[in-house]
């Protein structure tokens, strides 16, 4: 067999390895389910997979909430307008926020592998808004109360 050939047939007969994914969350003004929120507002991902926040509208921002994040995990800090791109490694729930709009509610989850909602993101502090957002969010995807 030609030796090109046969380097070929091996690189199709190799397992395909997990491919990590991006996806796109915007941060809107006003979206389809109302103002200063992100879209979506919810994603599921595996680990090492990455989120790009895009500034669909000006005057927002991407931070994780403290008491949201995977215990050890740092969490990230995206700054006004910054288009910022994590990478997510470490399985869990994480809560977002866009700091000049938390008090409006603008908050987002991510839930990252096969983690149950942990009891202490629940109980995190956070704005009214936020947290019946939070909850809202939550109970669509099917961890609810
Ligand atoms: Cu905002």
């Known amino acids: 067999m030609h030796p090109i050939i046969f380097a070929l047939l091996l ?19 006003r979206g389809a389910a109302g103002p200063m929120i992100y879209e979506p507002d919810f ?33 990230f800090k995206g700054r006004l307008n910054e288009e910022i791109e ?24 991510i839930r990252v592998g096969e983690s149950a909602l942990p009891a202490s993101f629940v109980a995190a502090d956070a704005p009214e808004r936020a947290r019946k957002r939070f909850d809202e969010i939550l109970a669509r995807n099917g961890f609810g109360k």
């Open 86 to 109: 994590v990478t997510l490694d470490q399985e869990g729930f994480y809560g977002i926020k866009c700091s000049p709009h938390y008090a409006m509610g603008m908050v987002m989850v």
């Open 43 to 75: 994603l599921s991902l595996q680990p090492g997979d990455k989120v790009k926040f895009l500034n669909a509208s000006a005057g927002h921002n991407a931070v994780t909430i403290e008491g949201m994040v995977p215990e050890g995990n740092a969490g």
């Open 11 to 29: 690189t199709l007969a190799a397992p395909t390895a997990a491919v990590a994914e991006m996806y796109e969350v915007k941060m809107l003004n």
